[in-house]
């Protein structure tokens, strides 16, 4: 088990490895194709200033979800800016598939509990969503993705591996 200062250096350790990952393939916030890379740093930063308050106040031991979630949140951007292209548009599309799985789920649940349909959009809404489930589909439909198969077609473990993060990773999954 680590101890709590081991904690918060490995926490340190990827937040400051995020951040100069960061800086190499430095975009401005203006270009919206990158969106899931600012995405995944905000959810690093988040949950990094969260664990630091969680061990601080003697939740360390909790803290290790968050500190795998982190650690995952980094390695996913890590992973896409090794060959950011192609990559960015698979996490981009797979990010449509999973909202799909969620409004499915959403759908279902509604209509077995309450016996309704979603409330009525209007013509506008219902064009604006038309068009992006349309661009939405069109993208996911590039790649095969499964229920229960990470975005990437790659374990996490083995997306750790290509970014030299194996020894990291099984660390974290031993906490």
Do not use: C
Not at 91 to 107: E, L, M, N, T
């Amino acid at each position: 088990m680590l101890t709590l200062q081991q904690l918060i250096q490995l926490n340190r350790e990827l937040r400051a490895s995020l951040v100069s990952g960061w800086q190499i393939h430095k975009s401005g916030p203006n270009d919206g194709k990158y969106w899931p890379l600012f995405h995944l740093a905000i959810q690093v930063m988040r949950k990094h200033e969260a664990l630091e308050l969680l061990a601080e106040r003697g939740f360390g031991q909790e803290a290790g979800m968050l500190l795998r979630s982190m650690f995952e949140a980094t390695v996913n951007a890590m992973w896409i800016s090794k060959d950011l292209e192609p990559r960015i548009q698979r996490y981009h599309a797979y990010q449509f598939f999973s909202a799909q799985q969620y409004r499915d789920i959403a759908d279902k649940h509604r209509l077995a509990n309450y016996g309704s349909k979603p409330k009525r959009e209007t013509s506008e809404e219902k064009t604006i969503r038309q068009i992006a489930e349309e661009a939405g589909w069109k993208e996911m439909k590039k790649y095969d993705f499964k229920k229960n198969q990470y975005w990437s077609g790659k374990s996490l473990k083995q997306m750790a591996e290509e970014v030299g993060w194996l020894n990291r990773y099984e660390v974290e999954y031993k906490i």
